[in-house]
């Protein structure tokens, strides 16, 4: 008889007032009777919905199975059939609107934790020392992938596994993209990010960092070079602002800048690392996604007062993971919803010290589905502060598509592609994730990247 317990298993996790001043990860971990117990609610439905809505079709009930039956290492095994990432994404996936959307068990009661069993397995496969597959350019194929995320990492997983000789190129010093330079510390650890990469140069993919293409190397140099076909997955790194008076103060960021400050180059750990990062007592965070929530935890990490959360519409719309939204208002963050920014404030000498807002209501649903927001005129008031991280997304970085003619984009910047194969419009050519779609997720990207490796094992072994 499975388990009927009706809540998921609970995960420990830092108490907050303490995690909310370290930068150690936020939860803890399952240990493996909680992992057993949560298996244990998984009702093995034959029909399997929860494998429908996983972007990249890891096989959830006989990975489930297998953690019930004390089998840890070939739960692992199974899950890595698929996906070469399963660390990262037992932590980041936003579980709640893919595979645990669709759990029968989440009709009546929570849906299995489908998301902390993976992180179970592959933290207890890591802690375990398993042996990461060996796969050495056996095809006598050659292929390039421009970006080192989510994206380029695991279709130079999947196209590795099938002996192609394949160069990762990263315009960082250091390969992961968005998983190290975006995700803070206390929801990915880094060092996590790169053993799984580790994994990768164990099965013979190369990565080059430091290589900025568009501006060192080009599609047709990595032609001339041998490479059969390329991947482009470069994400989604130029920042949007608002374009409201003040945006040039001191003390106004984006949110990739002041990520990318703590998380990439350890910010926060200065003066142990040198990248200095100003720690500010008041500060405002305009936006509702992950990114946003990641920013204000940030900030609130790194000692400030107070920190607030702007969001133009209310909770129901925002688009963060209700995980993140919890975690930060039990940190402290303060949410300001239903207003706008119209306007920074700064001093004589261009510091930032507030913030001019307006009260918003709800209107029609708009494109997006949800509520339109509408300003409530004469409701302006300011609030005092001495930083504002602009979060309201990014879009595609624009170095592939100025340095390449033939590769048609949107107006907005995003790489047309097929959607089956993600081939662009040059022969050879595929592209995937944040630079195609937008910002999105990271298992979405990694669905990308499995979609395009097959296509370009296809390409290249055609008669």
């Given at each position: 008889?499975?388990?009927?317990?009706?809540?998921?298993?609970?995960?420990?996790?830092?108490?907050?007032?303490?995690?909310?001043?370290?930068?150690?990860?936020?939860?803890?971990?399952?240990?493996?009777?909680?992992?057993?117990?949560?298996?244990?609610?998984?009702?093995?439905?034959?029909?399997?919905?929860?494998?429908?809505?996983?972007?990249?079709?890891?096989?959830?009930?006989?990975?489930?199975?297998?953690?019930?039956?004390?089998?840890?290492?070939?739960?692992?095994?199974?899950?890595?059939?698929?996906?070469?990432?399963?660390?990262?994404?037992?932590?980041?996936?936003?579980?709640?609107?893919?595979?645990?959307?669709?759990?029968?068990?989440?009709?009546?009661?929570?849906?299995?934790?489908?998301?902390?069993?993976?992180?179970?397995?592959?933290?207890?496969?890591?802690?375990?020392?398993?042996?990461?597959?060996?796969?050495?350019?056996?095809?006598?194929?050659?292929?390039?992938?421009?970006?080192?995320?989510?994206?380029?990492?695991?279709?130079?997983?999947?196209?590795?596994?099938?002996?192609?000789?394949?160069?990762?190129?990263?315009?960082?010093?250091?390969?992961?993209?968005?998983?190290?330079?975006?995700?803070?510390?206390?929801?990915?650890?880094?060092?996590?990010?790169?053993?799984?990469?580790?994994?990768?140069?164990?099965?013979?993919?190369?990565?080059?960092?430091?290589?900025?293409?568009?501006?060192?190397?080009?599609?047709?140099?990595?032609?001339?070079?041998?490479?059969?076909?390329?991947?482009?997955?470069?994400?989604?790194?130029?920042?949007?602002?608002?374009?409201?008076?003040?945006?040039?103060?001191?003390?106004?960021?984006?949110?990739?800048?002041?990520?990318?400050?703590?998380?990439?180059?350890?910010?926060?750990?200065?003066?142990?690392?040198?990248?200095?990062?100003?720690?500010?007592?008041?500060?405002?965070?305009?936006?509702?996604?992950?990114?946003?929530?990641?920013?204000?935890?940030?900030?609130?990490?790194?000692?400030?007062?107070?920190?607030?959360?702007?969001?133009?519409?209310?909770?129901?719309?925002?688009?963060?993971?209700?995980?993140?939204?919890?975690?930060?208002?039990?940190?402290?963050?303060?949410?300001?919803?239903?207003?706008?920014?119209?306007?920074?404030?700064?001093?004589?000498?261009?510091?930032?010290?507030?913030?001019?807002?307006?009260?918003?209501?709800?209107?029609?649903?708009?494109?997006?589905?949800?509520?339109?927001?509408?300003?409530?005129?004469?409701?302006?008031?300011d609030i005092e502060l001495d930083a504002v991280v602009v979060a309201i997304g990014q879009s595609p970085?624009?170095?592939?598509?100025?340095?390449?003619?033939?590769?048609?984009?949107?107006?907005?910047?995003?790489?047309?592609?097929?959607?089956?194969?993600?081939?662009?419009?040059?022969?050879?050519?595929?592209?995937?994730?944040?630079?195609?779609?937008?910002?999105?997720?990271?298992?979405?990207?990694?669905?990308?990247?499995?979609?395009?490796?097959?296509?370009?094992?296809?390409?290249?072994?055609?008669?």
């Amino acid at each position: 008889m499975p388990n009927m317990q009706k809540e998921k298993t609970k995960m420990p996790e830092q108490e907050p007032k303490v995690r909310a001043r370290n930068f150690e990860e936020v939860a803890l971990g399952y240990t493996e009777e909680m992992a057993i117990n949560e298996a244990n609610r998984c009702l093995q439905c034959k029909h399997q919905p929860c494998v429908k809505g996983c972007p990249v079709m890891i096989q959830i009930p006989d990975f489930i199975a297998l953690i019930a039956q004390g089998k840890h290492i070939e739960a692992y095994e199974k899950i890595r059939e698929t996906n070469g990432l399963p660390a990262i994404c037992g932590r980041v996936c936003p579980q709640e609107e893919q595979c645990e959307m669709l759990c029968v068990r989440g009709i009546k009661d929570e849906p299995v934790a489908i998301g902390r069993l993976e992180r179970y397995c592959a933290d207890y496969a890591i802690a375990a020392g398993v042996e990461p597959l060996t796969c050495k350019c056996t095809l006598g194929k050659k292929a390039a992938i421009i970006g080192s995320g989510p994206a380029g990492l695991t279709c130079a997983a999947d196209l590795a596994k099938e002996g192609v000789d394949v160069t990762i190129f990263e315009a960082f010093h250091t390969p992961g993209g968005v998983l190290k330079y975006g995700i803070p510390e206390f929801r990915l650890p880094k060092s996590l990010v790169q053993k799984e990469i580790d994994s990768l140069v164990d099965m013979g993919v190369k990565i080059e960092t430091n290589m900025v293409m568009g501006k060192i190397l080009d599609i047709d140099d990595l032609k001339e070079m041998g490479f059969e076909t390329i991947f482009i997955g470069t994400g989604a790194g130029l920042p949007s602002f608002m374009n409201i008076p003040g945006e040039n103060y001191n003390g106004v960021y984006s949110s990739n800048e002041f990520l990318t400050r703590i998380n990439l180059m350890k910010g926060y750990k200065y003066p142990e690392y040198d990248t200095p990062v100003i720690r500010h007592k008041k500060v405002a965070v305009v936006g509702g996604g992950n990114v946003a929530m990641d920013a204000a935890r940030c900030a609130m990490r790194l000692g400030a007062e107070q920190v607030y959360i702007i969001y133009r519409r209310s909770e129901t719309e925002m688009p963060a993971r209700n995980e993140e939204i919890e975690h930060a208002k039990e940190e402290g963050i303060e949410f300001n919803l239903l207003m706008n920014p119209v306007e920074i404030l700064g001093s004589e000498q261009g510091d930032v010290t507030g913030i001019r807002v307006i009260r918003m209501e709800l209107g029609e649903p708009d494109a997006s589905g949800r509520r339109r927001p509408v300003p409530i005129k004469g409701s302006e008031f300011d609030i005092e502060l001495d930083a504002v991280v602009v979060a309201i997304g990014q879009s595609p970085n624009p170095l592939m598509r100025e340095a390449t003619p033939d590769l048609k984009t949107h107006s907005w910047g995003g790489i047309i592609v097929d959607e089956e194969t993600g081939a662009t419009s040059i022969e050879g050519v595929y592209a995937g994730g944040d630079s195609v779609s937008g910002a999105a997720t990271v298992i979405l990207a990694m669905g990308a990247g499995k979609a395009a490796a097959k296509a370009m094992l296809e390409y290249m072994t055609k008669e």
